[in-house]
């Protein structure tokens, strides 16, 4: 790629304060990620698992789901989600069930032993929440989740 001198690049739109507070609000997400990531994963591990095996059994605890349908839920791959379903299906967590719906398109299911891995972690987890949020106003925890979801709902429709 060639980059051209600094004078011939197009100049950015004026910046609105809505557009400075999305962007900061974009770069405390991706710090919070990465903190909630790692955390993740030393909760995930008093179950046996990693991170994105816990998302992904997430992902059917209440019910079975197609691989697509809980890459949608998650906001993951389908491809990612079926990767990781395989591993968890070949390590006796989950379980491929036939999809009425859909001949080819099968469902994943958690099984007992799925189950028994997530309250693992959910013994450990409870408490970590708990301790989390114990310095911050439930509406303002409120706020913040109506506020996520929102921009995720914007995102997703644009």
């Not at 395989?86 to 398109?105: F, M, S, W």
Request: proline fraction near 6%; hydrophobic fraction near 45%.
């Amino acid at each position: 790629m060639t980059v051209p001198p600094r004078k011939e690049w197009p100049q950015p739109g004026p910046a609105t304060e809505g557009g400075v507070l999305v962007t900061d609000v974009i770069l405390a997400t991706f710090r919070l990620n990465a903190r909630l990531m790692e955390a993740a994963q030393d909760l995930a591990a008093h179950g046996g698992l990693t991170a994105a095996w816990w998302q992904v059994l997430g992902g059917v605890l209440d019910e079975p789901r197609s691989v697509a349908e809980v890459g949608r839920i998650m906001g993951v791959s389908r491809q990612g989600v079926q990767r990781i379903a395989d591993l968890l299906v070949e390590r006796g967590l989950a379980e491929y069930q036939p999809n009425p719906a859909h001949r080819r398109a099968k469902l994943l299911a958690c099984t007992e032993a799925g189950y028994w891995a997530i309250r693992q972690i959910a013994v450990a987890q409870h408490p970590f929440a708990a301790q989390l949020s114990k310095d911050v106003a439930l509406d303002d925890l409120r706020t913040t989740l109506d506020t996520m979801r929102t921009l995720i709902t914007r995102l997703e429709e644009a």
